[in-house]
C-alpha cells in the first residue's frame, strides 16, 4: 500500500503558455558573448543539491538543459559550506576524542602524545569538498548538461538573465525554468558576523585555532553538531537555547532527553528556555548576554568564539521574481503547487525556498519528481511524512514520520516499541552501546508511524524505517523480516517485534 500524498495548495494564476520540458544544462563553461542568446527546454538557477540533481535527471530525459550558478564551485551549501565538510569534522573529530580520552586505549590500543594539527585536519575536509563539486561538474559534463557561471535571474516569462563576473551578461531562453537556490544563514538581530570570532555555520567551518570557549546560539541540528566538533578538539562549549528542549523541530522528546545527556557527559553545557539579548566584542574577548526566555535571569557569557545557528532563510534575493509575478509567502518561501510551479506558468521552485524542511535530500527528490513531471505531465507524488532527518553527532541521531508529542496532539493511538543498544550484540561488541530505537506504530492497524532512533549508526539505520513507511509496511513485517546477525538493524527488528507482540527477545 503507497503512503498518502501530503497535499500541496493549488496556485492558480499563470503568466505564459509553454510546452512541458526541464531546465538544465553541461558542466562546460558557456562561452556565449554578451547579449547571446540560447535556447533550452529547461534552466536551472541553483546547483546544490535539488539543483544538480534535477538537471542531470533532465538532461537523462532527453531535455536540453542548462545549470546557472552564482558561486565558484558546484554543489550549493550542502557540498561547499554545510553537509559534506561538517561531516568531514565530524568524524576526524571523533577520532581524536577517542585517542585523547581514553576510547582507544580500552580496546587496546596504546600511544603517547596525541595532538591535533588543525591545518592537516581542514585540509582532509577542504579535500573531500573539492573532490565532491568536481565530481558534479564530472556528471554535468557526463550528462551533457551545461554549466553557466553567473547570477541567474527571471528577465520575463521563458528568460533568464546570467550576470557574469566581468560585468557581462548573457541571456539564456527556457521553455522551462526551475528555481533551486536554496538557503542562508538566518541573521542574529544586533550581532554582526565576520567569520572570525564571530561566526555562522560557515566560519565554524573554517576556525584558525581551537576556541578556548565557545557559545553557540541555537541547539539545533547545525549547533549541536559543529558544537560538537569544537569541544571534542577542546573548546569549552556552552549552547544557549530559547526552547525547552535540544534537537530542533521534529525530535521526539524521549530522544531529546536522551541525547542532551549523553552531550552533557561529553562535555556540551546546555542553557535552556534561555534568550540571548545581545553581544558585545571587546578586543579578543565577546560577552554574550542572555535571560530566560519569559524574562529575568539575566547573565553574562563570555567567550573568544560565538557560533550563531538560529536557523536559515530562503535565498530569493535578486531573482527577478517580480518580473512574472511570483509571490513569496509569510515566511518568504516561493510558493507553489503540487507540481511545484509557481504562479508563472512553466517556472518551478523545489528546495529551501519552498514550503518543507531544508534538506538536501528533500531537495534532491523534489528536483527528480519535478523534472519528470514536466518531461512526461505525470503528477509527482512525494510523502513528506517519509523524509529522515539525522544529527551526525556521535551518536547520532535521526527520526522519520511522527512523534509521540505529535501523535498525542493529533489524537492518534498508537502502541511503542523500544530497543535498547546495550542489548544488540553488535553495539556491545564494539563497546558503542549508548541509545536506542523506538517505533510508534497504529493501535488498530499496526502500521508503523514514526521511528526514532539514538546510536552510532542512526543515520544509515533510519533509511529502512522509511523504506518500511514509504510501503505502508505494519510493525510486523519488519519483525518477521530475517536480518543478518550480528547487526544494528536488529535493533530495528526487535524494537518492531516489542510494538507489535509485546515483547522483544533479546530485552525484557
Known amino acids: 500500500m503507497l503512503s498518502h500524498v501530503v497535499p500541496w495548495q493549488r496556485i492558480t494564476s499563470r503568466c505564459f503558455n509553454c510546452s512541458r520540458s526541464v531546465l538544465l544544462r553541461n558542466a562546460s563553461s558557456s562561452s556565449s558573448a554578451s547579449g547571446s542568446e540560447q535556447q533550452f527546454d529547461l534552466v536551472v538557477i541553483g546547483s546544490g543539491p535539488g539543483g544538480y540533481v534535477a538537471a542531470i535527471k533532465a538532461a537523462q530525459l532527453g531535455l536540453k538543459t542548462a545549470c546557472v550558478e552564482k558561486n565558484a564551485t558546484y554543489g550549493g551549501t550542502c557540498l561547499n559550506v554545510g553537509c559534506i565538510p561538517s561531516k568531514a569534522m565530524l568524524h576526524n573529530s571523533h577520532l581524536y576524542h577517542m585517542a585523547q580520552h581514553g576510547e582507544m586505549k580500552k580496546r587496546g590500543i596504546e600511544f603517547q602524545n596525541v595532538s591535533l594539527n588543525l591545518p592537516v585536519f581542514l585540509k582532509q575536509k577542504e579535500d573531500a569538498v573539492k573532490g565532491l563539486t568536481g565530481g558534479v561538474a564530472y556528471l554535468f559534463k557526463s550528462n551533457k548538461v551545461t554549466g553557466i557561471r553567473g547570477h541567474g535571474s527571471i528577465n520575463g516569462p521563458g528568460q533568464v538573465n546570467v550576470k557574469k563576473e566581468d560585468g557581462s551578461s548573457e541571456t539564456l531562453k527556457a521553455k522551462n525554468i526551475l528555481i533551486a537556490v536554496g538557503s542562508e544563514v538566518t541573521p542574529f538581530p544586533g550581532i554582526n558576523i565576520d567569520e572570525e570570532s564571530i561566526v555562522s555555520s560557515t566560519g565554524a567551518l573554517s576556525l584558525k585555532q581551537v576556541p578556548k570557549k565557545m557559545v553557540l546560539i541555537g541547539a539545533g541540528v547545525i549547533g549541536l553538531e559543529l558544537g560538537s566538533v569544537w569541544s571534542r578538539l577542546g573548546a569549552d562549549v556552552t549552547c544557549v537555547e530559547f526552547l525547552s528542549h535540544i534537537g530542533g523541530v521534529g525530535i521526539d522528546m524521549e530522544v531529546s532527553k536522551a541525547f542532551q545527556k549523553i552531550l552533557t557527559k561529553q562535555g556540551l553545557k546546555f542553557k535552556l528556555d534561555t534568550k540571548v539579548t545581545g553581544a558585545q566584542k571587546s578586543g579578543e574577548n565577546i560577552r554574550v548576554n542572555v535571560e530566560g526566555a519569559k524574562g529575568g535571569n539575566n547573565e553574562a557569557l563570555d567567550c573568544d568564539t560565538l557560533l550563531v545557528c538560529i536557523g536559515r532563510r530562503p535565498y530569493t534575493k535578486d531573482l527577478g521574481l517580480d518580473n512574472v509575478g511570483i509571490q513569496l509567502d509569510k515566511r518568504g518561501r516561493i510558493e507553489v503547487d503540487k507540481n511545484f510551479q509557481t504562479g508563472c506558468k512553466g517556472v518551478y521552485a523545489i528546495g529551501d ?51 509521540e508529542e505529535q501523535l498525542k496532539q493529533e489524537g492518534i493511538k498508537y502502541k511503542v516499541g523500544r530497543f535498547p543498544m546495550a542489548a544488540n550484540s553488535r553495539a556491545k561488541t564494539i563497546n558503542e552501546a549508548e541509545g536506542f530505537v523506538k517505533v510508534l506504530s497504529d493501535d488498530k492497524t499496526d502500521r508503523i508511524l514514526g521511528v526514532h532512533m539514538i ?16 510501503y505502508g509496511a505494519s510493525s510486523e513485517d519488519v519483525a518477521r523480516v530475517c536480518h543478518a546477525h550480528p547487526t544494528w538493524s536488529e535493533s530495528f527488528k526487535e524494537a518492531n517485534l516489542q510494538a507489535y507482540f509485546g515483547k522483544a527477545i533479546n530485552f525484557s
Not at 546510536?455 to 514509504?470: D, Q
Open 455 to 470: 546510536n552510532s549508526v542512526a543515520g544509515e539505520l533510519i533509511n529502512e524505517a522509511a523504506l518500511a513507511m514509504e
Open 353 to 403: 525556498c519552498i514550503q518543507g524542511p531544508m534538506l538536501a535530500h528533500k531537495a534532491e527528490d523534489e528536483g527528480i519528481i519535478c523534472v519528470e513531471s514536466i518531461a512526461t505531465g505525470h503528477e509527482p507524488h512525494i510523502d513528506y511524512n517519509c523524509v529522515p532527518s539525522v544529527i551526525y553527532t556521535h551518536p547520532e541521531v535521526s527520526w522519520v514520520g511522527k512523534s
